[in-house]
Every structure is written in C-alpha cells, then in structure tokens.
C-alpha cells in the first residue's frame, strides 16, 4: 500500500520512530492505542448523537463503534498478556492541534462534513503509523497485529471520506480534504519523537 496514492498523507513516519523510541517503550504505545481505540469508538458515538436522522451514518457508525472496542479489547489483552496493566489516558496533543482546523460555526451540514474528514485524516495517520510499525518492529505479534489494524485503519478512513461526500449537500469535500491534509503536513513535523501512535 502507498501512503502517497491512498491516504495522500505529505509527510511520511521516520521508521527509526519504532526503532528508536517504541521498542524500549512497548507498555506506554499500548496504553496510547487503547485509548486511541476507546476515542475513536467515542467519536462514532457522537457522530450518531448529532445526526440521529441519518440512518445511514447511524448504521455505519454503530458497526464502527463495536469494532473500535473489539479492537480496544485486544490491545487491553496484549497488555494483560505481557504483564502489564492499562495506564491513565494520554493527551492526544497532535488530534488536539489538527481539531483546530475544524469550523466552529457553519451550518450543521458544514460541521458534520468536518467531523468526518477529521475522523479521516485521524484514521488515515493512524494507518500510516501501524503500517510502519508493522514493517519495522522487532515483535512476530506486535507486527501481525499492526499490519492487521492498518488494514482496518484504511477501511475506516475511505468510510469517512465515502459518507463525507455522501452527505455534502454542495460542499467541495475534494477541496476541504486538500485543506485537511496541507494542515496536517504542518501539524506533524512537530511529532514521530514520543512514544504514543500519533506523537
């Protein structure tokens, strides 16, 4: 899979990220992707509270949410496997500067189109980051099980997009999303240094 073709991300994860700080911090990335996990069953879930009359979304979203906990269990099992225990929620400060895109205003179609790109561009990071630690972690399991998520992770960003222009009604999602990926190109030159999927 090419980063560049699918996901259109500008700025690609140094691989030495893995190598130099996730391998001697394999309790603390676990712990971040839970939560990443929980969060983005959260998301689903506030994407169905706002927009109960999209039956559509509603669906998608419900079968997105079960996944996101299937997934967040599995990582919690991986934690419990290798002796360790669930740590405190970590401060996603990459999400928390890429939110800063979103409109505050605007019609509620507006604000919805945006919720779903920044959903898109989350899943899309995400998959770039469990791409390059799926090919470059010295871990059998940790490996399957990135290059297994990435996977997921793909599905999850071409939903966005697909219920994203779905739901447009005249908004250039095409030029929003370009607008979502040059800020994010800025936003992540400042991370790929700590051990948390996005930082």
């Known amino acids: 899979m090419s980063d560049k073709t699918i996901l259109k991300l500008q700025l690609p994860t140094d691989p030495t990220w893995v190598t130099n700080v996730v391998e001697s911090n394999i309790e603390e990335i676990l712990t971040d992707h839970a939560f990443c996990e929980q969060k983005a069953a959260s998301n689903a879930i506030t994407l169905i509270v706002q927009n109960p009359n999209l039956s559509d979304l509603v669906q998608e979203m419900a079968a997105l949410v079960q996944e ?21 929620e970590r401060k996603d400060n990459y999400v928390g500067e890429l939110s800063k895109l979103m409109r505050k205003g605007g019609s509620r179609n507006e604000q ?34 990135y290059h ?13 997009i697909r219920l994203a222009k779905k739901y447009t009604e005249g908004i250039d999602v095409d030029k929003r999303w370009k607008e979502f990926l040059d800020f994010e190109a800025q936003v992540i030159k400042n991370y790929g240094k700590s051990e948390t999927i996005h930082g």
């Open 112 to 145: 919805l189109i945006d919720r779903l790109l920044f959903a898109a561009m989350i899943e899309a990071r995400s998959c770039e980051r469990f791409k390059v630690l799926s090919e470059n972690i010295n871990d059998a399991q940790l490996a399957d099980f």
């Open 68 to 88: 996101e906990m299937d997934h967040f269990k599995r990582v919690h099992d991986i934690i419990l496997e290798r002796g360790y225990v669930l740590g405190r």
């Open 148 to 160: 297994e998520l990435m996977i997921s992770e793909a599905t999850h960003y071409a939903t966005f």
